[in-house]
């Protein structure tokens, strides 16, 4: 038998079809359907506080941020919501809980979307009939946000803990009575702290409705704890197809969820990338720095915003192969380094002087995609 080497003429499929979904439109931004996916956070300000509210939602638009999600747990936190939504860089989603009041005070203050968790609004189920009228006349969307931690204590009774099927139940019955009043602009979650749980449950949900699907792990943790875990739930039902808007739950400022999301649909294929450090995890065949280098360079074109992957390879075993794939990369060995441009060696340079070059060939190279695209 023969083995054929090199590329494949049609490269394969690697992620698996996008399911099919409802569209619905928060403010500018659609969701599900054919839409891309979108990165969601929540500001961690107090909503009543505008001017540190709206200077939050400015940075996590600066971020890549689509679509941002304030509380409104009080009388004014409710006031506020009219000038937020008016002046806010990006939709505007309210996040209601225990009184239902004030689903109405923020589709009436031209919120983009609110987010109902049935769970913990009183007489939520009593509810629905106004609230769908209200939402419907003024184009509002809603997300029936489910959470293991606030579960309906019927569904708790019945199934014994917040398991998926008990997930799915809850958020099935709500849009449920949503449509009995011909109310469908719905976008459901089913948040989990277990990745494990969540996962099962967006499956069995994706099975059983055609409403876009918003993506969380509840309470994930700490940034590097939150992140692993938000990884792993993301990637394996997006690799499903599953998922059209995404919210990475930290313990950390909220720009920090935003750009771990962006990286896991970039990782994915399901972002253009932007720029890509590929480095090596150093060994003892390392004979310089690569913690170092890798840190330099990464710090040093942080923001950069052209598609380019930077190689920053520690030892001429696997560093020239993926210096040479890359847009830009170095392999390094007996405290020199190669440097590689669109795989052609350009120069080699002692290890005081990798980081510096890299980062010249780097700018360079984005001062040429500029140029292309401008021309």
């Known amino acids: 038998m023969t083995v054929q080497l090199g590329m494949p003429a049609v490269p394969p499929q690697t992620l698996g079809e996008r399911r099919r979904t409802r569209a619905l439109r928060v403010g500018r931004v659609g969701v599900g359907g054919d839409f891309p996916i979108a990165v969601q956070s929540m500001t961690t300000t107090v909503t009543a506080d505008v001017n540190a509210t709206l200077q939050q939602i400015a940075e996590l638009a600066a971020a890549g941020c689509d679509i941002v999600r304030v509380a409104c747990p009080s009388p004014d936190d409710a006031d506020a919501l009219p000038v937020i939504a008016a002046k806010s860089s990006l939709p505007v989603i309210a996040d209601i809980h225990f009184q239902p009041k004030y689903v109405f005070a923020a589709i009436d203050a031209g919120c983009a979307g609110i987010?109902?968790?049935?769970?913990?609004?009183?007489?939520?189920?009593?509810?629905?009939?106004?609230?769908?009228?209200a939402a419907k006349d003024r184009g509002t969307p809603i997300r029936i946000g489910v959470n293991?931690?606030?579960?309906?204590?019927?569904?708790?009774?019945?199934?014994?803990?917040?398991?998926?099927?008990?997930?799915?139940?809850?958020?099935?019955?709500?849009?449920?009575?949503?449509?009995?009043h011909d109310f469908h602009d719905l976008k459901i979650s089913v948040?989990?702290?277990?990745?494990?749980?969540?996962?099962?449950?967006?499956?069995?949900?994706?099975?059983?409705?055609?409403?876009?699907?918003?993506?969380?792990?509840?309470?994930?943790?700490?940034?590097?704890?939150?992140?692993?875990?938000?990884?792993?739930?993301?990637?394996?039902?997006l690799r499903q197809g599953i998922g059209d808007t995404i919210r990475v739950s930290l313990?950390?400022?909220?720009?920090?969820?935003?750009?771990?999301?962006?990286?896991?649909?970039?990782?994915?294929?399901?972002r253009p990338?932007?720029?890509?450090?590929?480095?090596?995890?150093?060994?003892?065949?390392?004979?310089?720095?690569?913690?170092?280098?890798?840190?330099?360079?990464?710090?040093?074109?942080?923001?950069?915003?052209?598609p380019l992957r930077v190689a920053v390879m520690g030892c001429v075993v696997n560093g020239p192969g993926?210096?040479?794939?890359?847009?830009?990369?170095?392999?390094?060995?007996?405290?020199?380094?190669?440097?590689?441009?669109?795989?052609?060696?350009?120069?080699?340079?002692?290890?005081?002087?990798?980081?510096e070059t890299?980062?010249?060939?780097?700018?360079?190279?984005?001062?040429?995609?500029?140029e292309e695209s401008a021309a």
């Open 115 to 133: 987010r109902v968790n049935p769970g913990n609004i009183r007489k939520f189920d009593d509810q629905v009939a106004a609230i769908a009228r």
């Open 148 to 180: 293991a931690g606030s579960l309906d204590a019927r569904l708790l009774a019945k199934h014994g803990r917040a398991t998926p099927e008990a997930l799915v139940e809850s958020a099935l019955w709500e849009a449920s009575l949503f449509a009995e």
């Open 191 to 237: 948040k989990h702290h277990d990745p494990v749980v969540m996962i099962r449950a967006y499956e069995l949900l994706a099975e059983a409705c055609d409403y876009p699907l918003h993506l969380g792990v509840t309470e994930a943790g700490p940034a590097f704890q939150g992140t692993v875990k938000s990884a792993v739930a993301f990637g394996a039902l």
């Open 251 to 270: 313990s950390a400022p909220p720009v920090e969820e935003v750009k771990v999301g962006l990286h896991i649909l970039r990782a994915l294929g399901l």
């Open 273 to 306: 990338r932007k720029l890509e450090i590929v480095s090596c995890p150093s060994c003892g065949r390392a004979q310089v720095d690569v913690y170092r280098l890798a840190a330099e360079v990464t710090a040093a074109l942080e923001g950069m915003d052209i």
């Open 322 to 355: 993926e210096a040479r794939e890359a847009d830009l990369g170095v392999a390094s060995g007996n405290g020199k380094g190669q440097i590689f441009v669109r795989g052609k060696v350009v120069r080699t340079v002692p290890e005081s002087r990798i980081a």
């Open 358 to 370: 890299l980062i010249e060939e780097a700018l360079r190279l984005a001062g040429e995609a500029r």
